[in-house]
């Protein structure tokens, strides 16, 4: 007799029947509520919920201020489209945004709907101000998949398909890797090879760079490249844009990750955590280069939605107000320091690597030059859900797991997910 299928699969094959496969879903979970750390699905099962969102949730779910801002914001307006008139909390959240990243400089900022938009945006604002066409990117980073963002992503599969042609005037450099040998001088001097042989540096207009590459594996810049990177910029009249789509609002220890190697960007992007759930991203960026397209040149009917708006300025009331940046280093200190343990037990964790509470570990091949072993790490992917513990994976070659707990994450919810981690490299390996 055949058993009654779980809500689960109910839901699950309906998603088969009515949502297209290019749309993937990490876990075969349907969620139904969730809370700070935590979240439930359809069938009742509780799981640490160590994705947030693919670091989203930075304050947690639902978030009880984040909550009352929205439900208030819908009973006033809840959208009028800026590019018709304005309204007091989209220019709330781009002043504070501008006094965050700006440190007391003349910046400005435009508010748009997903990370992809932010990116695209931000190329046509480098572009108009520099009346340049090339862009550089690294290879491994990651940047959205609109075509121009799969175009400057850093990875061919599964975001560049046959999706093709691409856009031109588009560069890919080496990012460093010091658990694969490449270290800062390795990168600059392959950046420089480029500028030789490819498109000299007075054609470039703009280089693109996330401080911790996300979906590329949690590699962390080193300070002396960011700083390379700022001094190249700054000599030939390159705009230097950081991607702080998924460092930003606390992720690294920071409230953002080029604040660590001491520069200044001359524009960012922000999306993510920035709205607790709500669809927001801005450019925030040097006032002489955001003015650089002329009205009606940047815009979108949804962009700085007014419910988003009031949600992101309750966002930032709560870095303000609950010291979520000590929180976030606390855990941060509590995972490393389980992580490490768990790779001394464990030496098919090649690597344990990340900044601040945006941490992940590498998962290899039991052989001399420790290979990249994806199938080992899907196999830790989906114990740790068996057991309770949500997360996803990353790197060029997808044998990374990576880890982005809500900064407001218990100790003994860390410590739980520990365990359960535990479990799963148990079996795995």
């Not at 760079?209 to 594996?217: I, N, S």
């Amino acid at each position: 007799m055949n058993s009654v299928p779980t809500e689960n699969q109910r839901l699950l094959a309906l998603r088969e029947q009515h949502v297209p496969r290019g749309i993937a879903t990490a876990h075969p979970v349907v969620a139904a509520r969730a809370q700070g750390a935590e979240l439930w699905d359809v069938d009742g099962k509780r799981y640490l919920d160590f994705v947030g969102g693919i670091g989203v949730l930075n304050v947690g779910h639902n978030h009880p201020n984040v909550v009352e801002a929205v439900r208030r914001q819908v009973g006033e307006i809840s959208h009028a489209s800026f590019q018709v008139l304005a309204y007091e909390n989209y220019i709330q959240v781009a002043a504070r945004l501008n006094a965050l990243i700006g440190g007391g400089e003349p910046y400005k900022s435009v508010l748009f709907t997903s990370g992809a938009e932010a990116v695209e945006n931000a190329i046509k604002i480098a572009r108009g101000h520099t009346n340049r066409s090339a862009v550089i990117s690294f290879r491994g980073g990651f940047h959205g998949r609109t075509l121009l963002g799969v175009t400057l992503t850093g990875m061919s599969q599964p975001y560049k398909q046959n999706f093709g042609p691409f856009p031109g005037e588009i560069y890919h450099a080496t990012y460093p890797n010091a658990f694969r040998g490449i270290g800062s001088d390795d990168a600059l001097a392959d950046l420089h090879e480029l500028f030789a042989t490819d498109v000299a540096p007075d054609r470039v207009a703009a280089i693109l760079v996330e401080p911790v590459q996300g979906d590329g594996g949690f590699l962390a810049a080193p300070t002396e490249f960011l700083q390379a990177l700022r001094r190249l910029c700054t000599q030939h009249g390159i705009v230097l844009i950081l991607d702080e789509i998924q460092t930003g609002f606390g992720r690294t220890g920071a409230l953002f990750g080029f604040q660590h190697a001491g520069i200044q960007p001359d524009l960012v992007t922000v999306a993510k955590s920035l709205a607790g759930g709500m669809p927001l991203s801005a450019v925030v960026g040097r006032a002489e280069i955001m003015d650089a397209p002329t009205p009606g040149g940047l815009g979108g009917t949804y962009g700085g939605n007014a419910v988003a708006c009031a949600a992101a300025l309750a966002v930032l009331d709560l870095f303000e107000q609950e010291d979520l940046l000590a929180q976030g280093e606390a855990l941060a200190t509590q995972l490393r320091d389980g992580l490490l343990a768990l790779q001394r037990r464990y030496p098919r964790i090649g690597e344990v690597r990340g900044l601040g509470f945006m941490l992940a570990i590498e998962m290899v091949a039991d052989d001399g030059p420790r290979s990249p072993d994806a199938l080992l790490a899907q196999r830790v992917i989906d114990g740790a859900r068996d057991a309770g513990l949500l997360v996803i994976k990353c790197g060029v070659q997808r044998n990374v797991v990576r880890f982005l707990a809500p900064l407001v994450t218990t100790r003994e919810q860390v410590a739980e997910a520990l365990q359960m981690l535990d479990q799963a490299l148990a079996a795995a390996c």
